[in-house]
T-cell receptor, first 117, second 112 residues
Framework: QVQLQQSGAELVKPGSSVKISCKASGYTFTSYDMHWIKQQPGNGLEWIGWIYPGNGNTKYNQKFNGKATLTADKSSSTAYMQLSSLTSEDSAVYFCARRSQYYFDYWGQGVMITVSS | DIVMTQGALPNPVPSGESASITCQSS???????????LNWYLQRPGQSPQLLIY???TRASGVSDRFSGSGSGTDFTLKISRVEAEDVGVYYC?????????FGAGTKLELK
């Protein structure tokens, strides 16, 4: 069965960077886009961008240009998102989600990132 | 960016009653292929969102037929018939017509 297993919670300092992962299983990793979505406490969902693991193509929400960098490792079926120059506004839960046709059919469990000194 | 605006529910909703959640988009989500690129998700407490409805009215695999989606190009409704305890959570509409994909702010359903 399809599973997206995300890495654990992170506590990071302002100004630093963090890289979180999303390990896919149960399907051909290189055949589906992987998307990333941000959810701040008590807030809704915000789309960050996607990567196509088959060729590494990416597309970002303009709002996250320079903030988020998406990569993928085909050998381990793992997608990554690096967030840089972290501030308190980056404290949130981050989900990876697989796109099938025109919707997200499978989601990871989410990673909570807390930015605090 | 396309703005998605969701309505509130008159919470709490009595168990067994129906509930309708509205969503409005700032741009028509009806594409030239005849499909309307509007999805609905439910996020139960402490869980990830799960897909309920796609293309405005198509139920996702395994989703109860108590859930139904309808609407036009810019105004949408998710109807939940015979509300049950497992329906509690926050419902989000999302447009998949163009980048950046955007979500509504969410509508919370509480059970009486």
């Amino acid at each position: 069965q399809v599973q997206l297993q995300q890495s654990g919670a992170e506590l990071v300092k302002p100004g630093s960077s963090v890289k979180i992962s999303c390990k896919a299983s149960g399907y051909t990793f290189t055949s589906y886009d992987m998307h990333w979505i941000k959810q701040q406490p008590g807030n809704g969902l915000e789309w960050i961008g996607w990567i196509y693991p088959g060729n590494g193509n990416t597309k970002y929400n303009q709002k996250f240009n320079g903030k988020a960098t998406l990569t993928a490792d085909k050998s381990s079926s793992t997608a990554y998102m690096q967030l840089s120059s972290l501030t308190s506004e980056d404290s949130a839960v981050y989900f990876c989600a697989r796109r099938s046709q025109y919707y997200f059919d499978y989601w990871g469990q989410g990673v909570m990132i807390t930015v605090s000194s | 960016d396309i703005v998605m605006t969701q309505g509130a529910l008159p919470n709490p909703v009595p168990s067994g009653e129906s509930a309708s959640i509205t969503c409005q988009s700032s741009k028509s989500l009806l594409y030239s292929d005849g499909k309307t690129y509007l999805n609905w998700y439910l996020q139960r407490p402490g869980q990830s969102p799960q897909l309920l409805i796609y293309w405005m009215s198509t139920r996702a695999s395994g989703v109860s037929d108590r859930f139904s989606g309808s609407g036009s190009g810019t105004d949408f409704t998710l109807k939940i018939s015979r509300v049950e305890a497992e329906d509690v959570g926050v419902y989000y509409c999302q447009q998949f017509l163009e980048f950046p994909y955007t979500f509504g702010a969410g509508t919370k359903l509480e059970l009486k």
